[in-house]
């Protein structure tokens, strides 16, 4: 009996021992929210664009540095940026559905940025890939999956965090990521005669 006691017990540690430890910052099954929110807010991972958004970016950065009317090709982008052609296809197509980009006509083919790169603003590039920007769910008022939404005191104001996000994306312009925003010339003023001193002669 004492054998058996001994190996019931190894058993049970053994099953201890294998019991799934939480990631950091999820909460297990069955737990409810604590109080404490340095442990219910915790994320995995911060909040930042899609490797998508963030090469549609890049590339029409390096677009945006060509002389306005260049033809512009996948290929011709992939090579200057070092995101993978097929990626720069894809990305293409959808900058252009966006209309950011437009198909040069005649032969050759090709892409021309849609307006001036001082014309187009990071949250349109932004958007185009990855849809209208919402932090929250409930800024979209056709979705209610949100387990809180019939009593957040929040809700009413996430309609402005959002707005301001969007704000400041749209507030930067490819011209500005692209380097080519025209820089204010210094204007020299004019140093004012020194008065003729009494009596003197001109």
């Known amino acids: 009996m004492g054998a058996t006691a001994a190996q019931t017990q190894q058993r049970r540690n053994a099953a201890k021992d294998q019991t799934p430890t939480p990631r950091p910052g999820l909460i297990p099954p069955g737990k409810p929210l604590s109080p404490n929110p340095t442990e219910s807010l915790r994320l995995d991972h911060p909040l930042r664009l899609s490797s998508l958004a963030d090469y549609a970016v890049v590339i029409l950065t390096a677009a945006a540095r060509h002389p306005a009317g260049d033809r512009l090709s996948a290929t011709l982008l992939a090579g200057e940026t070092g995101v993978p052609l097929p990626?720069?296809?894809?990305?293409?197509?959808r900058l252009a559905a966006s209309g950011l980009l437009t198909s040069a006509r005649g032969t050759g083919g090709g892409f021309l940025l849609a307006r001036a790169p001082a014309g187009i603003s990071l949250g349109e590039i932004v958007?185009?890939?990855e849809g209208p920007i919402a932090m929250t769910t409930c800024v979209d008022g056709n979705r209610h999956d949100c387990a809180l939404e019939g009593a957040c005191s929040v809700?009413?104001?996430?309609?402005?965090?959002?707005?301001?996000i969007r704000g400041a994306l749209g507030g930067v312009s490819l011209?500005?990521?692209?380097g080519t925003t025209p820089?204010?010339?210094k204007t020299?003023?004019?140093?004012?005669?020194?008065?003729?001193?009494?009596?003197?002669?001109?």
């Open 87 to 93: 990626t720069t296809q894809k990305l293409m197509g």
């Open 188 to 202: 020299t003023r004019t140093t004012e005669a020194a008065p003729i001193a009494a009596g003197a002669t001109a």
């Open 155 to 164: 809700r009413p104001h996430w309609s402005a965090v959002n707005e301001a």
């Open 175 to 178: 011209a500005t990521l692209a």
């Open 127 to 129: 958007e185009a890939v």
């Open 183 to 185: 820089v204010a010339t």
